[in-house]
């Protein structure tokens, strides 16, 4: 088969191929100033349909090299141009690998007759991949690269081959656990941070650091990893592991310092011998990420006020609660100084009573440091916590509203106690709330067979940990059930109706449920379901 064979005009050339600079290699610049000054004179068949489709044959004869030669390859057609330029005598021949696009295993061939300096003539073998022609990928690059710009959302190009010898070496070395790898060779992480380099940016990713050019931003992925060594692991590791497309939240550092929270997403190339193209998108999400952490601030402002709201309302039963160990206090400490202003002292009388004003006083440092908790103003944590131990200490801030309106409270505590992972403080004021609603539902109307509030915990088999609690009151009236959770919603004279609605969002952010219903005995059930926690730890 005929192989595409291009006849060169380069008398445009000649000063160039006179001057010294032309005695050392030829950089980026030098490649495209020479082929230039380059025209095609003829071309054969073959190295039409290399280059454009039949139909558009006309118009390459005449134009230079560097806009009928497809880039990829330009540096290497240069050099052979400029090594041939430099023979002495004329006459010989270039050969010369190239990387290609279209072609399999290319490889140029420049030669120039001896008579002839103005002219040369070069040849290009290869298979043509798949039939394309240099034209359709351009075409079909042109428009590619036009819907980049133009998106609405910042867009890096990335060359990023330059690992993929890096990767089938780990892989045949048997690496399987790049994180391990990398582990022990840091330096890799370095290294593919300046390798790995940006072709192209589009106008957002000009906006997004900062600048009006793209030229900064047209040098290794360095400046994109620097404030996120860790981001730069896991988009490597998504890379070895030929995953199609990786994406997280991190942060960048833009050309004046400022930082910006992006959602960073790479697309990996599906066909690397194809386009050795990798795409970063970047979106910033600054602005999101401090709304979200304000909501959670009054969110959590709102919940603490809240808990002093009805800390305030419990007064009554925290200074009971509080009294019990000082009235026990005062009541063995009078006993003891009786005992000790005896003749004879009975001595194992007076420790008995002093060990138990001892065991008393720690009681109400107990409950005051309880108190506090509930009172102070502290951000929700996470830590594993049983439910009966939480179902225990709100009880402290209720039991006495409850003992006062004459209810009986029944308790069926699960064997092992359910366990969450939780804020311990939310959880007790979640119970708090509900128990406290209960109470004040049996304040009114008859109640045959007595008040009763009945609190049971347990673990579901799907492992769910639940706490019930159910009362005997006159339950919900069925137009009210759309309205209860909602914020200040009350049917109570001077209440505030924002204890439901708080339940729900601390139960909710527990990626919890909360529902309420009728018992069928009457009275109402609230019943609150939070994902258990099963692997006991140590
Ligand atoms: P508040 O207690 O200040 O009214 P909540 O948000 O805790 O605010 O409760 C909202 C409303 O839900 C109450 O006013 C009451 O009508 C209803 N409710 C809550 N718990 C019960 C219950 N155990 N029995 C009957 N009604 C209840």
Redesign the pocket.
């Known amino acids: 088969m005929e192989l595409p064979c291009f006849r060169i005009d380069i008398s445009a050339l000649r000063p160039l191929f006179e001057a010294a600079q032309l005695e050392q290699s030829i950089g980026l610049d030098g490649t495209v100033s020479l082929l230039s000054g380059t025209r095609v004179v003829d071309l054969n068949e073959a190295a039409v349909h290399l280059i454009v489709p039949y139909s558009a044959r006309g118009g390459i004869a005449g134009q230079s090299l560097a806009e009928v030669w497809p880039p990829e390859s330009q540096p290497e057609l240069a050099d052979a141009i400029a090594a041939l330029a430099r023979r002495k005598p004329a006459a010989g021949r270039e050969v010369r690998e190239v990387r290609s696009l279209v072609l399999d295993r290319p490889s140029l061939s420049v030669w120039r007759d001896e008579g002839d300096r103005d002219e040369v003539f070069f040849s290009v073998s290869g298979q043509l991949k798949q039939n394309r022609t240099y034209y359709q990928l351009w075409t079909s690059e042109a428009r590619f690269r036009r819907l980049i710009h133009h998106l609405p959302f910042a867009l890096l190009q990335v060359d990023a081959t330059a690992m993929e010898p890096i990767w089938s070496r780990l892989r045949t070395e048997g690496v399987t656990d790049l994180f391990a790898y990398l582990d022990a060779h840091p330096e890799l992480v370095a290294f593919s941070c300046e390798a790995v380099r940006v072709t192209d940016a589009n106008h957002y990713a000009m906006s997004l650091f900062g600048l009006d050019d793209p030229a900064p931003l047209l040098t290794s992925v360095e400046y994109l990893f620097s404030q996120a060594q860790d981001t730069a692991r896991r988009v490597m590791n998504a890379h070895f592991k030929g995953k199609r497309s990786y994406t997280e939240i991190t942060r960048i550092a833009r050309h004046d310092g400022e930082l910006r929270d992006v959602r960073i997403s790479v697309t990996y190339p599906t066909a690397p011998e194809l386009l050795d193209i990798t795409m970063i998108s970047l979106e910033d999400v600054t602005a999101r990420l401090q709304t979200e952490a304000q909501l959670r601030q009054i969110q959590a402002d709102f919940t603490h006020a809240a808990r002093i709201y009805t800390l305030g309302e419990l007064t009554t039963s925290i200074a009971h609660e509080v009294n019990q160990p000082l009235a026990a206090i005062v009541t063995n400490a009078d006993a003891s100084l009786r005992w000790l202003g005896r003749g004879a002292p009975d001595l194992s009388k007076i420790q008995h009573l002093t060990s138990r004003i001892a065991a008393n006083a720690r009681r109400a440092g107990d409950i005051i440091q309880r108190i506090r908790g509930m009172a102070a103003k502290r951000r929700p944590e996470r830590t594993v916590v049983d439910l009966n131990a939480i179902v225990e200490e709100a009880l402290l801030f209720v039991r006495h509203d409850i003992e006062n309106r004459s209810i009986a409270l029944s308790m069926t505590l699960a064997k092992v106690s359910p366990r969450v992972l939780g804020d311990r403080v939310e959880l007790q004021q979640v119970l708090v709330?509900l128990l406290l609603?209960?109470a004040?539902?049996l304040e009114t109307g008859e109640h045959l067979g007595g008040r009763h509030i009945i609190v049971v915990t347990r673990t579901n088999q799907d492992g769910t940990a639940v706490v019930v609690i159910c009362?005997n009151?006159?339950?919900?009236a069925p137009e009210?059930f759309e309205r209860?959770f909602d914020g200040f919603?009350?049917?109570?004279d001077g209440?505030?109706?924002?204890?439901?609605?708080i339940c729900e969002s601390i139960i909710s952010a527990h990626q919890g449920r909360i529902e309420i219903s009728n018992r069928a005995d009457g009275g109402?059930k609230?019943e609150v379901t939070i994902p258990g926690v099963q692997d006991r730890p140590g």
């Open positions: 709330n609603n209960a004040q539902a009362d009151g006159p339950g919900i009210h209860i919603f009350s049917t109570k209440g505030m109706g924002i204890g439901l609605s109402a609230v």
